[in-house]
């Protein structure tokens, strides 16, 4: 909402500084955090650690911002020229919902302790790259479903709950 009353994201040249800005924002508050679980920094005053997650939880804000114009700016240059992956892309957008349950399943099915338990074996890298491949996989599901004409399943739903039939 205040993104929106400063129309950050609608204006042109306001959504390019927000493109700028935020992610180098939520990147500077953001270190501090990743150093200490880096184990490159030791803090062992706890009102500074909660100190340093505040700054990063708030200025991670900024760079949610600034992620999201910077689509909002690399949309406006693609336009209307679409290529198979924007499509995709477009498809997973379409699907949000749908893709983001699917995520949360693999990620609990395959984490959890109590399911798969990989959770706490696998490192940062690995870890990494299940939740890169759990993504595309979602869009590429995405994608099968919008070249089958089909909606998401949860999308299906959640408008069958909100607009009952009857």
Do not use: K
Not at 18 to 38: C, D, E, N, R, S
Not at 77 to 101: D, E, M, N
């Amino acid at each position: 909402m205040w993104a929106g009353r400063r129309e950050l994201l609608s204006s042109p040249d306001r959504l390019r500084r927000a493109a700028l800005w935020g992610p180098l924002i939520g990147a500077a508050g953001g270190l501090p955090v990743g150093l200490i679980a880096a184990g490159a920094l030791t803090v062992h005053d706890p009102v500074t650690v909660m100190a340093l997650n505040a700054v990063h939880v708030v200025t991670g804000i900024a760079g949610g911002l600034g992620y999201a114009a910077l689509i909002g700016v690399l949309a406006g240059r693609i336009g209307q020229r679409r290529g198979p992956v924007v499509t995709a892309l477009a498809a997973c957008g379409q699907r949000s919902l749908t893709c983001y349950l699917l995520q949360s399943v693999v990620f609990v099915a395959l984490l959890s302790p109590s399911a798969g338990g990989l959770g706490g074996r696998l490192g940062s890298a690995a870890t990494v790259a299940l939740g890169l491949f759990t993504w595309a996989g979602t869009v590429l599901v995405a994608e099968v479903m919008r070249r089958a004409g089909a909606r998401g399943p949860a999308e299906a739903l959640l408008r069958r709950l909100v607009y009952p039939r009857g």
